[in-house]
């Protein structure tokens, strides 16, 4: 493993796996400092000279279904309380500008009654006893941190405070249930003692976990519901921040890529003669859907990378393009598929109808275009590998390592770093599969990035989607029968199904008799990935827009088209929302010349909408206002709660009017 001597005072935070003692308290609120290695878990107690740190062997519990009923997770794995009272909380969520960090963190310290000044945040290396409770993965993905870990790390934060007051009380010699714990201080109200976390939590760590600890009523919280500055913003500020593109290790090359420009296309040959000549120049790597150029910088590898003469065999899909992309979601939205949602008979419904209206939506592809382009450095030696990214999820990039450096996942250790931008797209680990092939060959450190252009031309994008809606009315103006064919472009072999990529259609909270809704998946061999909210993404916005359709169609209000049909109990939430809604934009008093626009969904466990205020001139629509509501039940952070909704306002917006990936 890496000697921290070997690296200069900017680098420490990069790279520190050797230390052996908490961070000074100067950097409580840097996740990068000191991050845990395998080792350091093992022997925590020991490395981190006493506090409430037990030595664990890693993995602690294997992922368990979800939903499964689990023990307490140790405290240990989350906490270390040094005798300074400096908390160290290892947080199993990557953080990428969300605020993971610091929610989690908030649910913990709520249940532990530490000191929120007396904090300092760091990554979880890769092991099971990390996997979110609600899907079984150690991911940052899918809205999951908070809904997954919510009553999970209020458990572990009890669980730990139950065990400083039982350590405090028999110090005392009384009842620990005449013990309080806040502010990182213990009270004996009776006697007037006080003691701090730091002076009992060794004697705590050699107590046993409780496995049923007592949580505080909701109407006794101090730090949930409140929002105190993000952990992760000091280092943003002040420049220490480290991402993975900002790694450096002593005798590190560089590597530059080149992939095929076509999806599914293999290299057939290169000629790096021309490569050979330029300055600094180490290597070439090849691998079978692309070339890695290996330099003493990465300006130096690239200019090498342009002098490649590289063959390739663009494969089966060297002539799909949009237009045909189109055609083949146009003919699956046709043909039907499996059906997600049958309620009523839609059919009938529609045979009998007054009156019908049918349109079809289409979105394209989207790119993540994450401001961080995907990277990755890479080690191997005698002990194992190591890999320093950006990540989602680390215990994919472990194993995406493991095979390209031909060794067992359990041999690799992940550094997470700051995430420069994740939506989805560092879910995957192609990057960090790439960068230990190039690390493997050389022999030597190796820090690969990607171009922009490598970044858009190979993300795995949101999908290519269309949908056909059909409406049946009757003479009252009443919606009778919607009818929903999706037809979307995933990934070969995904197997999740027609209930996935129907997701924000067959489970939408709108009540209408004869309600059907089919999925196909055209399987067109352009790659998947998650962005964003997924489905729930492109889905809802394409059905909210065919309800303003209908609503003109009919001639009614869409805000009160939309009202009849969440007239039930399942949607008396999202009604709430969209009630706001209305009420807050003036819904029934536009300006002059401006118009509105509503819609709302469930999505991820929450209730969100929007309502938007335009004009239009000659097709040119201006955007004057925007209001967005949330019903996500407990806000852990309300002002993390808002920048959400404000980033996802931009994000959408560029989704709607600019974002496209083409294909010739």
């Known amino acids: 493993m890496l000697d921290p001597a070997m690296l200069d005072a900017n680098e420490m935070d990069t790279a520190a796996i050797g230390a052996t003692a908490p961070a000074a308290p100067s950097e409580a609120s840097s996740p990068n400092a000191a991050r845990l290695t395998r080792r350091r878990f093992v022997h925590g107690a020991l490395a981190l000279g006493g506090g409430l740190a037990l030595s664990v062997k890693l ?25 300074d009272n400096l908390i160290t909380l290892t947080t199993p969520a990557e953080e990428m500008g969300q605020g993971g960090h610091t929610s989690v963190a908030m649910i913990i310290m709520e249940e532990l009654g ?92 050699r107590l046993p976990v409780p496995q049923q600890p007592v949580l505080k009523p909701a109407a006794s919280f101090t730090l949930i519901g409140t929002s105190p500055p993000r952990v992760d913003v000091p280092d943003k500020v002040d420049g220490s921040a480290r ?36 300055p600094g120049y180490h290597s070439t790597v090849t691998l079978p859907d692309a070339v890695i150029v290996v330099a003493s910088s990465y300006w130096r590898a690239r200019k090498a990378l342009d002098q490649l003469r590289i063959d390739y065999d663009l494969g089966p899909l060297a002539t799909l393009d949009s237009a045909r992309v189109s055609q083949k979601l146009r003919e699956g939205v046709q043909q039907g598929g499996a ?17 019908t209206l049918e349109a079809v939506y289409e979105v394209p592809y989207l790119a993540h275009a994450c401001m961080e382009p995907m990277n990755c450095t890479a080690r191997l030696d005698a002990q194992g590998g190591e890999v320093w990214c950006s990540t989602q999820a680390p215990q ?95 990934t070969p072999g995904f197997a999740r199904g027609a209930t996935f990529y129907t997701e924000g259609i067959f489970d939408a909270n709108y009540s209408v008799p004869n309600f059907h809704v089919t999925g196909v998946d055209k399987d067109l061999g352009v790659r998947f990935g998650f962005w964003r909210s997924v489905n729930s993404s492109h889905n809802p916005f394409m059905l909210e827009s065919f309800l303003d359709e209908v609503a003109h169609h009919v001639g009614q209000d869409p805000y009160r088209l939309r009202r009849a049909l969440l007239q039930h109990e399942r949607g008396r939430r999202q009604l709430a929302l969209l009630d706001l809604l209305a009420e807050k934009a003036g819904w029934d008093h536009p300006a002059p010349g401006h118009h509105f626009g509503i819609a709302s969904l ?13 004009t239009a001139e000659d ?36 989704a709607a009017l600019r974002g496209e990936i083409t294909l010739e």
């Open 243 to 278: 991402y993975g593109i900002d790694v450096r290790l002593p005798g590190m090359l560089y590597a530059a890529i080149r992939q095929c420009p076509t999806f599914g296309g293999r290299v057939r040959s290169i000629d790096d003669s021309g490569a050979r000549d330029i």
């Open 602 to 614: 469930e999505g991820f466990g929450s209730y969100a909408g929007s309502v938007v205020e335009v």
């Open 59 to 83: 993995p602690v519990q294997a992922a368990a279904a979800p939903g499964a009923a689990l023990a307490v997770r140790p405290p240990s794995a989350f906490l270390h309380i040094g005798e």
């Open 396 to 490: 994919a990039a472990q194993k995406a390592a493991a095979a390209a450096f031909g060794i067992a996942p359990e041999r690799v250790q992940v550094h997470s770093m700051y995430v420069g931008g994740g939506f989805g797209r560092r879910g995957e680990a192609d990057f960090a599969a790439q960068a230990a092939a190039a690390a493997r060959a050389v022999g030597q450190p190796v820090k690969l990035i990607w171009t922009r252009e490598e970044d858009i031309q190979h993300d795995f994008y949101r999908p290519a989607q269309a949908i056909r809606f059909r409406a049946g009315i009757d003479r009252d103006g009443h919606l009778t029968a919607l009818d929903c064919a999706v037809a979307t472009s995933s």
């Open 619 to 654: 097709r040119h629509i201006t955007v004057h206002r925007v209001l967005m509501a949330i019903d996500c039940g407990v806000t852990v952070h309300p002002d993390n709660t808002r920048a959400q909704l404000e980033g996802g306002m931009v994000y959408g917006l560029s």
């Open 114 to 205: 530490g000191d929120w000044q007396q904090l300092r945040v760091q990554n979880a290396p890769a092991a099971a006893v990390y996997n979110n409770p609600m899907f079984g993965q150690q991911s940052t993905v899918g809205s999951f941190t908070v809904r997954g870990w919510y009553q999970e790390a209020r458990r572990i934060g009890a669980a730990a405070r139950a065990m400083l007051l039982q350590a405090a009380a028999a110090k005392w010699r009384v009842p620990a249930s005449e013990c309080s714990a806040a502010h990182s201080l213990i009270t004996h109200a009776a006697s007037g003692r006080t003691c701090t976390f730091g002076s009992v939590a060794e004697r705590a760590a």
């Open 339 to 355: 059906s997600t949602r049958d309620d009523g008979d839609a059919a009938a419904a529609l045979a009998s109808a007054a009156s």
